[in-house]
């Protein structure tokens, strides 16, 4: 899907659904939008708008100097939104942008750069027009690369909008004429007819033919947006023979304004619909518009404008899913419906009669919904709407909501309620016993208790019910109840009844969320006074592919054209966590259309055998140890053939009891050996000095990778030898190349494996892709052609593993001061079915067990758990985010149970210089306590908390939190080998340098950093220097690029190639001093000298030895603080990220602008870590989560209303190139200020309840955790049910 995504269309002229008579355009997600509903549409992709050799259209030029593309696979559809947006409106506000990319969702940025560099065309963040003070902003640029006056090495931009195009709508491509005529002529009412393999779709002139066709094809599906019905197909399994498409009908699509309200036809797209519903409010009286404003406020988080351009308002009601948002406020509006047959049209209601079960109603077969009447509201009419999802923007609902009371006029005396809720049945519902109960009473607190008792014995759900968060969502029914009771309150009393009034510390309840524009700043060194112009060290240039990214010309794996006779293959993958593999039926697959043949593991060649620890097979041998471990693989001659037969293979299994959580693997002892430990100091003699001894714990759920670019593996065959070249996405090419070579049997000289650029990787591709690529390797070598895989989201989410969860117990002692004295702790991870880098991570969160904080008596176990999940695996931090968040747990801990602030806690714990780790690591350099005293300064910390002590004292249901978090992070390979590096130069003889290293390009600039680095060296521009792609047939034995230390190991390897070449064209350099790099070059191509050379680098006195506790871990240390504070709604447990500073210490940065994306980039993957994302599996082990529509990561409207980050000025780094830092990993664990902040104001929340002192939160910090932390009235009237009494729709892992 996003893939496709990737290139989402605007379409101008008007999408299949909406009959608007003007054109416009429209942004739709690509992936969802049938090409036949594209007849008399014209589609614009990336492409169309714009090319680096051509010229580039403004939108893609912003989005690249404003470094808002990193990996760029992004990229096009984060254009085309932007492209969409300014061909309707080419003066938008920054609300309109922000709107527009509800939908897209980036993996990399952070998001930042991507609102600052289209800031630019907004009316107010847009050129001065000449006006600014010192003349025009796009002749004088801003201040880009530059000093402010007082701090004149203190740069605060990190682009220049002198660069930029000016952007001029007057030369945007014009709509195709010959399709505005046909459109205009009498073709766009001719009925349509196109076959497919397995659907027909007709596409009906009138209604009158609609209604007849559907009388002949009951089972027809009427299809409009495609936005349910495509997900159902592709995802669901579902074939629908005949599909009918009635968009172009008149009577589908009419608006009318009766004397009863609005009735739309049920074609309306939502978008079509919120217009006119905006206009309606804007020209009615408000009274009249109250149903109108609840379906407003429920379209402003209804999926994203993508969605909302196609979707329509029948599909909404005719899917009758229980968790539709806008269901609830038509049955609490009693909005009615028009049913229509060939026969005649009859009138239903939309009252819980119209939903009959999960996914039905009452329209008969042959029926269609016509159109939807929308009333107007009466004079005493209230109506709210409420939606909460996991995440704010583009999210479907936990619980969704809109009631509606009518009083009895001049009085508080309730005459009519309705209370709809979606998300708690099979239906969407009406709590009419609960509404009943109210009628005729008055508005007021014992109204109130009525209602929540009577809504919490209506609203029960059984604990085993789908969807899980059973206690959440019952309470959240009495939470949204409060919410409209306070909010009616407020109205009747300001109709002058004496109600009671609400008091001032509760109104905060009644308040609409809406967004803030966020904004930011980011500071960083500039360059010394005098470097060389040429020398791009330290400056903030561009990514080096942005450009091409953002035209869609940047070649991803995917993109390489095809073979002739090329092959696609599908994998068979396992349905049951834990079994034996009785039979294997492939009979019906292999009649299946365009199969090629079928491949187990006795067609592997060389060894099945495979893995890091070589503990995995490439094809299962008789066991699965887990859903989506690869039994065998389809190979066809298209990716819809090869997929539709892997699912016709017939697997029966024996099942054996799976074990699928860490407490599951703690009872039955499944580990993997070793148990790692290091111990220091005297843990006794700690424990007895303290004065408090305390114990917790915390979990903490894995992390899907969610790369925009999934898995994905071309195997090219070669006709002799045994020759195999591979074009993958990978972290590690050699690794890729050598478990290849091992099941091709063949040796490594053979398998020559490419990697061109990934569409992200944050460790997901560094030992996981070879599951892929073995396989499409083994296939390709079979059949003697070329083999293509790339994988869907959900079967990459399925099979590639993730974040290890944890668990950390801990006991520690601390003295009445807060000086923390001894700490035991133990850890627990979730490894999966195969040891992978389990180890490795394992020991990282050990390294990290202990943050920032100097502990003297010190014990960390670590322990792997060996259960029945798809194998974890690195990413981004590779468990040292593991490690540190239990660490900031009991510090935290320590402060609640003292009362002290945990920030004072924190302080007089930090590391000071020369203090030495509890693996005897001596800290140098140290430079926390000023990255800890910058932050304080910049975030205001005292004045902040002292606000938000105000706040909380002022407000009862929201509260405001805010933590300050510092991290400390390792940089090198803890497997020593690792730490080694190569690059080859070329100079070719027109001076031109190709350049190769042993590192992958994933986005986060390592080749723009690389070419830097050999620029500087040769002393020569970077637009001499090229890198192509790395391969293992230029750089051998590569280590993964990961660890952060790419730019350290690589940087140093380039130097060390361009050093060598350097010396040997010194000679010519003093020959002729005056002589321009060419001519050195050719002086000494025709001297006959080598201009090629290699460079190698291994990184210096590394080896730490866990039997004897000493050896070096590290080479040097990243250090960061950052502070966070937000807001959560203590009824719904949602929650506003308010403000961030960051200030992280990267050395001297070898360019800010990558360094600075990179700090922005990780914290926002870590907020997602902390507290959005979460995978959830069933107790048999399925991963429930399997894709964008179940799985959250941030969004755009996530990141902090406030982004500070400022990089620690004169810090240089001895330890690695140019006195730069490693960056890639260590920012991700800042945003635990965010989950500690959250943490503090549940707090506060809880104080309320005069429960004080230390509690649990797990992680991530979802709305449903926050909610149920904070104990009320609420929570009270609905207690979860007793554990093992029931089973759980889903488990933690
Ligand atoms: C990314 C994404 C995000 C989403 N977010 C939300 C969300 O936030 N809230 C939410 O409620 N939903 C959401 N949805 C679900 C979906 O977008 C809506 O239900 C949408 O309104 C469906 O409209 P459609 O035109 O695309 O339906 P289609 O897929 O075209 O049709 C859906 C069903 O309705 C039937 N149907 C359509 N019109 C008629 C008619 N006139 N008479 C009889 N049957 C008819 C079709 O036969 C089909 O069974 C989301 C979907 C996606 C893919
Ligand atoms: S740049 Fe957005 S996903 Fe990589």
Known sequence: MWRLHRHAVPIPGGAAAAAVSSAGHYAVNACLAPLCSLHLVAVTTVEGIGSVARKLHPVQERIARSHGSQCGFCTPGIVMSMYALLRNNPTPNMADVEEAFQGNLCRCTGYRPILEGYKTFTVKGG???????????????????????????????????????????????????ELMNLSKGQRSSRSLCFHGDRTTWLQPESLDELLLLK??????????????VGIEVKFKNMVYPVVLAPGFIAELNAVTHTEDGVVFGAACTLSHMGAVLKEAVQSLPPHQTQVFQAILEQLRWFAGQQIRNVAAIGGNIMTASPISDLNPVFMAAGCKLTLRDKDGSREVQMDDGFFTGYRKTTVRPQEILLSILIPYSKKCQFVSAFKQSPRREDDISIVTAAISAIFSPGTDVVKDLRLSYGGMAPVTVLAKKTANRLLGRQWGEELLQEACSSLAEEMSLDPSAPGGMVRYRQTLTLSLFYKFYLTVLQKLRLQGLSVQEVSSECLSATEIYHPETPSSVQVYQAVPEGQNQDDMVGCPIMHLSALKQATGEAVYCDDVPLYENELYLALITSTKAHARILSVDVSVAERCPGVVCCLFASDVPGSNVTGVRQDETVFADGQVTCVGHIIGAVVADSQLHAQRAAKAVRIQYEELKPIVTIQEAIAAQSFYEPIRTIQNGDLEAGFKQADHILE?????????????????????PREEDGEMELFISSQSPSDSQSFVA?????????????????????????????????????????????????????????????????????????????????????????SGNSMDLSQAIMER???????????????????????????????????????????????????????????????????????????????????????????????????????????????????????????????????????????????????????????????????????????????????????????????????PTAASASTDLNGAAVQNACEILLKRLEPFK????????????????????????????????????????????????????????????????????????????????????????????????????FTLEELHYSPQGVLLTRGPGSYKIPAFGDIPTQLTVSLLRDAPNEKAIF?????????????????????????????????????????????????NACCDRFTKLCPPAEPGTFTPWSVRV
């Open 215 to 228: 009388w002949k094809h009951p089972d027809a599906r009427l299809v409009v947006g495609n936005t349910e």
């Open 1219 to 1267: 006195a730069s830092k490693a960056v890639g990993e260590p920012p991700l664990f800042l945003a635990a200020s965010v989950f500690y902040a959250i943490k503090d104001a549940v707090r506060a929340a809880r104080a309320e309840s005069q429960m004080m002192g230390p509690f649990r939160l797990d992680s991530p910090a979802s709305a449903e955790r926050i909610r």
């Open 127 to 177: 050129c001065c027009g000449g006006k600014g003070q010192n003349g025009c902003c796009m002749t004088n640029g801003n201040g880009a690369f530059q000093g402010s006056k007082d701090k004149p090495e203190e740069a605060t931009s990190l682009f220049n909008t002198a660069d930029f195009e000016p952007y001029d709508p007057t030369q945007e491509v014009i709509f195709p004429p």
């Open 1070 to 1169: 003093t020959k002729n001093p005056k002589g321009s790099w060419e001519d050195w070059v050719n002086a000494a191509y025709f001297d006959r000298v080598n201009l090629s050379a290699n460079g190698f680098y291994k990184t210096p006195d590394l080896g730490y030895d866990f039997d004897t506790n000493s050896g070096r871990a590290f080479n040097y240390y990243s250090y960061g603080v950052a502070c966070s504070e937000v807001e959560i709604d203590c009824l719904t447990g949602a929650h506003k990220n308010l403000r961030t500073t960051i200030v992280m210490d990267v050395g001297h940065s070898l360019n800010p602008a990558i360094d600075i994306g990179q700090v922005e980039g990780g914290f926002m993957q870590g907020l997602g870590l």
């Open 696 to 716: 917790g714990e915390i979990h903490m759920g894995g992390q899907e990778h969610f790369y925009l670019e999934t898995n994905v593996t071309l195997a090219v």
């Open 845 to 1039: 969160a050990l390294f990290h067990m202990e943050n920032s904080y100097r502990i003297p008596n010190v014990r960390g176990q670590g322990f792997m758990c060996r259960t029945n999940l798809p194998s974890n695996t690195a990413f981004r931090g590779f468990g040292g985010p593991q490690g540190m968040m239990v660490a900031e747990n009991w510090i935290t801990d320590v402060a609640h149970s003292l009362g002290h602030s945990p920030e004072e806690v924190r302080r007089l714990n930090l590391y000071l210089e020369g203090e030495s780790t509890p693996y005897n690591q001596i800290l140098h350099g140290l430079t926390l306590d000023r990255c800890w005293d910058e932050c304080l300064s910049r975030s205001e910390y005292e004045q902040r908390r002292a606000a938000a002590d105000l706040f909380n004292r002022q407000n009862r249901w929201t509260k405001q939190g805010l933590a300050i978090v510092p991290t400390k992070f390792g940089i090198s390979f803890t497997a020593t080998f690792l730490n080694q590096a190569g690059a080859l130069v070329h100079i070719y003889r027109d001076g031109s340098v190709l350049l190769t290293h042993g590192g992958t390009e994933m986005g986060q600039g390592l080749h723009t950093k690389m070419v830097q680095v050999a620029s500087r060296v040769l002393g020569i521009p970077c637009s001499k220097v090229f890198i192509s792609e790395t391969s293992t047939n230029t750089v051998a034995n590569t280590s």
């Open 742 to 830: 091992k099941a091709l049997g063949v040796p490594a000289n053979r398998v020559l494996v490419r990697v061109k650029r990934m569409g992200g990787g944050f460790g997901g591709k560094e030992s996981r892709t070879t599951v892929l690529s073995t396989v499409v390797a083994v296939a390709a070598n079979r059949l003697k052609r070329p083999v293509r895989c790339m994988l869907d989201r959900d079967e990459d989410m399925l099979i590639t593993g993730g974040r290890h969860p944890f668990y950390g117990k801990y006991k520690v002692g601390f003295l009445q001061s807060g000086k923390v004295v001894a700490l035991d702790v133990s850890f627990y991870s979730n």
